[in-house]
Structures are given as structure tokens and as C-alpha cells.
């Protein structure tokens, strides 16, 4: 029954998205107040009926319900708890059905935290986000139904992928949907203001929250993946160019192009029609991405290989989500007019260098994902395009636009002075020419893009905390003065400095363990050792080991340093038992200058020999820790005052709800 009670409930939320997608926007043009007033409940109402349906499937999992089809082709008795409530959206089904969940969470907080919006506006944008649900409900009732039975029951399930059996996997995808599903409400936020016929501060306000809690959650997410890629798969990287990889990356850009796009609207009364474009192309990017993993276009360790079928559903939603929107701002977009003027040289054109650099990023790397499969669709030859592609396409695109991140926020709204700007950034400019001179010479010849790659980063790093020093006057003003600014600093500031920073800490970490990368495979014997990158791994040999739900071979290596102990890795094998499928776990040691890598293969002869693989990766967790700096940044300008959910728009609170747009 509680089976039937959860698809029930997603029914009956299906039902009232479409009352809350067609009366508060019909009370919006008429001005009838009550049938605006319709929407935040609706909202609500929405969404505690798809947390029913939601838990619903979750109780089947943890109970292992298996006259629930879903459950026996993603779930065993043996799995422990934790992947039996990540086998909820370990699969297509479930998956989607998180989405929806998280859609119509977002649509909750905007009712319950959205009063000060205008009522009008407010209903439009809740009304937009019912008609994102209502397709997804259907695609979810119509072919891909998480409550399906199977009768008689199963004595006991397929388990879940074993790739899947991991903590980054059960914290990633939910962590990635916020991202992704959090650029609805902006994408909302925007064709409301399509409608409405208004783009202002306000407006801009409103959005950047949401973007920004968006952005922030897609940031960790994305670094999540990264994480379990790096040390789950077993060969030693973070970052392949995978489709689906690139399928969270173009929203990301995007939506960090947005963010820089809102503040020169909030501030300054310039692009709002590309930032309007920017907000729908966020989302429109995800929807894709959405696409790309459940159609069955791709093969990815990623992607899930679904019926063709739902790959039309969904690209027949991308056609009127993307298409509608689009026509629409083709439509209203040029009413929106600007009244703020800048020069180049100044914070203005900082930022929209930031939204050109960023977005024609994202072109390439739509361009290199769609390519192979447009060739494939008209019948030519079968392409690859890979990291080569990539790397030279995509990374000198983002140079100019972080040399430019250290200038931008020294320079004066509206005109700036560069020179000036640029003196203020000689020590940015020393200390980036000593670092990558240095690195250089300690490196060798093989090092130049490398060395220019740590260069770039010390810029950006020591321009961030230039631009911080000039903020609070420090070494300029007394020390109290400087500790007082500091502490009147407003929370977007600095959360801008760690955001900035935490990307600095990243290209470090790319630019050392791309270009620095040692990797010895080999074949070992018990006592063998080898020597990469000046440790001494020797291999103690392989012994049986069981987990809950599989069998391993776990090997020993001993690290020496300097002919001193300094580690002991232990990479592991595993075989899951019901799938019969084997997994690589990789031992890691981490230090501050890099990770060693070590990884146990397939047994080679009679005498205990097993291929091995070890790696030195520099400075390889630079990279998420600069990730995670950069989403911490997010969320401590989140917490600024200014842009709490509901104060944005008192500027906009006695506009009547039908009131003529305002034409600059």
C-alpha cells in the first residue's frame, strides 16, 4: 500500500502543478488577486506530495520490497544501508524522481520565502516553474514509473551497480541535481520577466540568490565526481573530457557567466537582455545535459543506457522548454532596455570580458560534446574527441579571462584606469614571474606550460589579496582602522575574495598535475620494488579480503622516503558477488605538495604477481580544495543580508501588479 500511496501522491502532484501553472498566471493578466494566491499554496501542496512519493520508493529500498521492480533491478539484501537508500537515485527511475523532488523544493522556498515579491510577478514565476514540473511528471508517469510492480516478488534484487557503491556516488547526484535543477527558478525568474515586460535591480537581486545557491551546490557536485573518478576508477586522473562530465560543465559556465552578468544589472542598469539570455541558457544547458545522460546517445560510465523512447520524451521537452523560451525573448528581449554606459577599460567591461571568455568556453566544449553524435545521426564516420580537443581549445579561451580577474576588481565602475590599476598589482605581477621562473629551473625544460600555469595562478591568488588589502586600507591605515573595515566588509565581498582565491588554488592544482604527472606500470612480484618520483614502493604481496556484499584482493605496498618508512598503501580489487562485476579501489596518500597513487591489477604468473599501477600526482587535492573554497564562497555571500530570500524587492513591493513596464 505504501507503494501505491507514493505513485498516488506523484499523480496528484502532477494535478496540482497544472492548477498552478495555469491560475495564478491567468489571475496575473486579469489581476484577480485569489487566483494568484493559488500559487505559493500550490507550490507547497506540490511539494509535500512529491516527498510522499519520494520516501514512498525510499521504504521499498530500505525493506528491499522486491514486488517493486525497481527495487530487484537496483537493490540486494546484502547492500548495506547506506547504498540501499543511494540506490534510490542510483538508476533512472529514482533519479528522476529526485529531480522532481528537488524541482519542487525550489518552488516551496520561493512560496514560503517569496512575500515580499510582488504578487503578480510572483504568481508568474511560480506558474512558469509548475509547467517545468508538469513535463517532467509526465516523462516520469509515462515511461519511466519508479513504482512499477513485479508480480509474483523477486526472492532478491540485481544489486546496484558496483561503481555506484560508494560514498562520493551516494552524496554526488543529489549534491548535482541542486545544481542543476536550482537554475529552474532562475530560468523562471527570467521568462516571468519576459512576461512581465520588467528587468531592474530588483530583479536582479531576486535572481542572483538562486543562481548562486545553484551555482554553489553544481560547484561541489561537480567536484564530488571528480573525486570519486580520481580514486574510484583507477587511473589516476580527475578529469577526462567525459560527455557527461562536460554535461555539468557547460551549465556551470553558464551560470558563473550569469552571476557576473546579474551584478553589472543590479548595479550599473546595463545587459539585461543578455543576462536574461544567460539565465535561460543556464537551465536550457541542463535540461541537455538531462538529456544526454537519459536517452542512450551516450556511452559513459556516467550515462544510464535507457529505451530510445524516453530520449524522445525528453528531447520533445527540450524542444518546447528551450524552443518556447527562446522565441520568447526573441520576442520581448529588445524592449529591455539599458541605461548604464561604460567604457572598456573599466569594472563593466572586467565582467562582460568574464561572460564572453566564459560562454564561448562553453561553445567548445558543446561543440566538441555534440559533434561525434551529429556526425553518427547523418550516417558519417565514428569520431572520437577527446582531452586534445579540449585542452587546446577550451584553456586558452579562460588565460585572458583570469589575467583579467586579478584587474577587473581594481578597476572604477563605468571608467577605469588600467595603469593605475596595474601599478597597484606589481607585487602580483613579482611574485607571479618568481614562482613560474622557479618552478622552472626546478623542474626542467618539460616544465614551461606547467611553470606558466602555477605563474597564472600566484597572479590571480596575490591579485585577490591586493584587492582584499586595498578593500580594508590594510598596511595603509592604522591597525584598528583595517581590523574595522575587515569587519564591516560585507559578506558578498568576501565571499568574492574566497570564491577568487579558491580558483587560484585550482589552476594550481591542474597546472601541477598535468604537467608532472609520473606514472610507472609494472608487474610485481612479492618484494619487488620501484621508485616513482622519489619514493620507494615495495609490494608485500596480495591476501583475500571480504566486505558486506563482495570479495577483494587487497594489496600491500610499503613507501619508503629517504630510506625512511614513510606510508603504507593498500589498494584493493573487488568482486561483487551478484553482479560478478569487478571495481578498482586505489590507496591514496596525501600530502601537501601531491598524492601517491597506488593501484593493485589482475594476477600475473603462479608466483603471487599482480600488475600494479602507481602514480605521484602533484598537488593534485589543490584542486578540490579550491573548489570547495570557491563554494564556501558562494555561501558566505548567500548569507549576505542583501541577498536573503525576501529583501531584494522592496523596491518593488508597491508596484501595482499590472503596472506598465518602465522604459529607460
Not at 506530495?49 to 540486494?76: E, K, R, W
Not at 524592449?335 to 572586467?350: M, V, Y
Not at 551529429?374 to 586534445?388: I, T
Not at 589575467?403 to 611574485?431: Q, S, T
Amino acid at each position: 500500500m505504501i507503494v501505491e500511496a507514493g505513485h498516488f501522491a506523484l499523480v496528484l502532484a502532477l494535478c496540482v502543478a497544472f492548477v498552478q501553472g495555469v491560475l495564478p498566471i491567468v489571475g496575473a493578466a486579469r489581476g484577480n488577486a485569489a487566483w494568484m494566491a493559488v500559487a505559493p499554496q500550490a507550490a507547497i501542496a506540490q511539494w509535500l506530495l512529491v516527498a510522499v512519493a519520494f520516501l514512498a520508493l525510499m521504504h521499498a529500498y530500505v525493506t528491499s520490497d522486491f514486488s517493486v521492480l525497481n527495487v530487484v533491478l537496483n537493490s540486494h539484501t546484502d547492500k548495506p544501508l547506506l547504498y540501499k537508500i543511494s540506490g534510490v537515485w542510483g538508476n533512472h527511475e529514482g533519479s528522476m524522481l529526485l529531480w522532481v523532488l528537488i524541482l519542487s523544493l525550489f518552488g516551496a522556498a520561493v512560496a514560503l520565502f517569496g512575500g515580499n515579491l510582488p504578487a503578480a510577478f510572483r504568481a508568474r514565476v511560480l506558474s512558469v516553474h509548475a509547467w517545468l514540473a508538469i513535463g517532467f511528471y509526465l516523462f516520469i508517469l509515462l515511461t519511466s514509473n519508479p513504482f512499477e510492480r513485479m508480480l509474483p516478488p523477486a526472492e532478491n534484487g540485481q544489486d546496484l551497480n558496483p561503481l555506484l557503491q560508494d560514498p562520493g556516488l551516494a552524496f554526488h547526484p543529489p549534491m548535482l541535481y541542486l545544481g542543476y535543477v536550482g537554475f529552474s527558478m532562475a530560468f523562471s525568474f527570467a521568462v516571468a520577466a519576459l512576461i512581465e515586460g520588467r528587468v531592474d535591480a530588483s530583479w536582479a537581486r531576486w535572481v542572483r540568490p538562486w543562481t548562486l545557491l545553484a551555482w554553489c551546490c553544481l560547484t561541489a557536485g561537480i567536484a564530488l565526481g571528480s573525486w570519486w573518478a580520481y580514486y574510484e576508477l583507477g587511473w589516476g586522473g580527475w578529469w577526462y573530457w567525459d560527455p557527461v562530465e562536460n554535461a555539468s560543465f557547460m551549465p556551470w559556465l553558464a551560470g558563473t557567466a550569469l552571476l557576473h552578468s546579474a551584478t553589472m544589472v543590479e548595479k550599473r542598469d546595463t545587459l539585461k537582455g543578455w543576462t536574461v539570455f544567460l539565465a535561460i541558457v543556464a537551465f536550457s544547458l541542463s535540461l541537455l545535459g538531462t538529456f544526454l545522460v537519459r536517452s542512450g546517445v551516450l556511452t559513459s560510465v556516467h550515462a544510464f543506457a535507457t529505451d530510445p523512447a524516453r530520449g524522445v520524451f525528453i528531447l520533445l521537452l527540450l524542444v518546447f522548454v528551450i524552443g518556447g523560451s527562446l522565441a520568447l525573448f526573441a520576442w520581448r528581449g529588445p524592449t529591455l532596455r539599458n541605461t548604464g554606459l561604460f567604457q572598456p577599460i573599466s569594472r563593466e567591461g572586467a565582467m562582460l570580458l568574464n561572460n564572453l571568455a566564459m560562454m564561448t568556453g562553453a561553445a567548445a566544449v558543446l561543440l566538441g560534446t555534440l559533434y561525434p553524435l551529429f556526425l553518427d545521426a547523418v550516417g558519417g564516420a565514428k569520431v572520437s574527441v577527446g582531452p586534445p580537443f579540449f585542452n587546446a581549445t577550451f584553456v586558452p579561451l579562460m588565460i585572458p579571462m583570469i589575467a583579467a580577474m586579478a584587474v577587473g576588481p581594481l578597476l572604477a565602475w563605468k571608467r577605469g584606469d588600467l595603469a593605475a590599476a596595474m601599478k597597484r598589482l606589481w607585487v602580483a605581477a613579482a611574485a607571479a614571474a618568481m614562482v613560474a621562473l622557479f618552478i622552472w629551473q626546478m623542474q626542467g625544460d618539460g616544465a614551461i606550460f606547467g611553470a606558466l600555469g602555477i605563474g597564472l595562478a600566484t597572479w590571480l591568488l596575490v591579485g585577490v589579496l591586493v584587492e582584499w588589502g586595498e578593500r580594508i586600507r590594510l598596511f595603509r591605515a592604522p591597525a584598528g582602522e583595517a581590523i574595522g573595515r575587515l569587519v564591516r566588509t560585507p559578506r558578498a565581498s568576501l565571499g568574492m575574495t574566497f570564491a577568487h582565491a579558491g580558483l587560484a588554488i585550482a589552476i594550481a592544482g591542474i597546472a601541477a598535475s598535468t604537467a608532472w604527472k609520473v606514472e610507472s606500470i609494472q608487474t610485481m612480484k612479492p618484494g619487488d620494488t620501484v621508485d616513482v618520483a622519489g619514493y620507494a614502493y615495495t609490494f608485500q604481496g596480495a591476501r583475500r579480503a571480504d566486505g558486506p556484499n563482495y570479495t577483494a584482493v587487497r594489496g600491500t605496498f610499503t613507501v619508503r622516503k629517504d630510506d625512511r618508512p614513510f606510508a603504507t598503501l593498500e589498494p584493493e580489487k573487488r568482486i561483487y558477488a551478484v553482479r560478478s562485476q569487478p571495481t578498482t579501489e586505489a590507496a591514496i596518500r596525501t600530502t601537501f605538495l601531491g598524492d601517491l597513487y597506488a593501484v593493485i591489477g589482475d594476477p600475473e604468473g603462479t608466483e603471487g604477481a599482480f600488475v600494479t599501477r602507481i602514480y605521484f600526482n602533484p598537488l593534485v587535492a589543490w584542486i578540490w580544495a579550491g573548489a570547495m573554497l570557491m563554494a564556501a564562497g558562494g555561501l558566505l555571500s548567500l548569507s549576505d543580508r542583501r541577498y536573503r530570500v525576501g529583501l531584494a524587492a522592496g523596491r518593488r513591493r508597491d508596484a501595482p501588479a499590472d503596472a506598465s513596464p518602465t522604459r529607460a
